[in-house]
């Protein structure tokens, strides 16, 4: 390509480029795409050719946030209302016998993991649906606090899960500051409503208040996990749960799993819980997102040209305190 293409492709709108000639293919395929977000369906495979009971894998990646995952072009999905639009289709459909959760996440917020932990109780609740629980790479922290509201817990051999256990991190840019002669002055309303931000220095009562908000929510992560896993008590679980994280066979010695298998696994169990011989696996996705099979789909978003979605407030969120179920080493 000369330096004079490269010129337009990089400077001129698309439709100008699209009309340049010699700076592109000899043909151009285009192909429209549905604009509706809507969730589609889509079959991953039959286990037999006139049966139509169904099992839907759900996936569960990423952070989990109870806001929209940052991008830099775009908008990413809402972890928890994602989980819940999947969960409801799942549960409109009188075919879907059950439902397995395949889980990829470090954790995140504890309010997500709260809020997707008990709409899948609830689902499991309203419907008789059995949920099993399929930990892939990583199910730690959050991620394993929402595997605790399913029927049961299946990893595979070289998943990294537990992480029991919550943190706080806090940004102190107070010596930077010093250095460069940059001080702040927060006039509040009382003496810990500054608490934590990273323009103060933290005093030994604000660390004591964290503490404590850290101790409370660490509790309720060993009572779900204690609740959720029948063979553990919260004695047995506060044992185990310092916050490290476990290779799946450790994690099935310890009891906070049931057993090693593959998401094919899952399925086979959701099969039996349910009494179905012979089941269709489906996928829930977005119009534009392709799914190739039972163990991942690849978003597929439409390019855009000139649209870049920088929100400068999220740099300032990087330095607000907030309390992970999150395994971030």
Excluded at 63 to 79: C, R
Excluded at 217 to 229: D, L, M, N, T
Excluded at 236 to 260: F, P, W
């Amino acid at each position: 390509m000369t330096d004079r293409c490269r010129f337009v492709l990089s400077c001129l709108p698309m439709s100008v480029v699209l009309a340049a000639s010699g700076c592109l293919p000899n043909s151009l395929l285009l192909t429209p795409v549905d604009s509706s977000r809507a969730l589609t369906e889509t079959i991953i495979y039959r286990e037999a050719a006139f049966t139509s009971e169904k099992i839907a894998i759900i996936d569960v990646s990423g952070m989990l946030l109870n806001a929209h995952t940052p991008q830099f072009i775009g908008q990413g999905e809402h972890s928890v209302a994602l989980l819940t639009e999947q969960l409801n289709k799942a549960r409109r459909d009188p075919k879907v016998k059950g439902v397995v959760l395949r889980i990829n996440s470090p954790g995140g917020t504890v309010t997500a993991s709260e809020i997707m932990h008990d709409e899948i109780i609830r689902f499991r609740r309203e419907t008789g649906k059995p949920v099993i629980a399929s930990l892939q790479d990583l199910a730690a922290s959050g991620g394993y606090y929402i595997a605790c509201a399913c029927d049961e817990i299946i990893a595979q051999r070289s998943t990294v899960t537990g992480s029991i256990g919550v943190i706080m991190q806090l940004i102190d840019f107070t010596g930077t500051m010093a250095k460069f002669g940059v001080a702040s002055n927060a006039i509040t309303s009382g003496p810990n409503k500054a608490a934590g931000s990273p323009f103060e220095k933290l005093s030994d009562d604000q660390r004591a208040i964290f503490q404590g908000l850290v101790d409370n929510f660490y509790s309720q992560f060993v009572a779900v996990v204690a609740e959720g896993r029948p063979s553990l008590d919260e004695e047995k679980v506060r044992a185990i749960a310092d916050g490290r994280v476990y290779t799946a066979s450790q994690a099935l010695e310890h009891g906070l799993i049931d057993r090693l298998g593959t998401v094919r696994d899952a399925v086979d169990s959701a099969k039996s819980k349910t009494g179905c011989c012979k089941v269709v696996a489906v996928r829930y996705h977005r119009p534009t997102d392709y799914v190739a099979n039972v163990h991942a789909s690849s978003p597929r978003t439409p390019a855009a040209m000139n649209i870049v979605n920088i929100d400068m407030s999220k740099i300032y969120d990087l330095a607000t305190p907030r309390f992970m179920y999150l395994w971030a080493p």
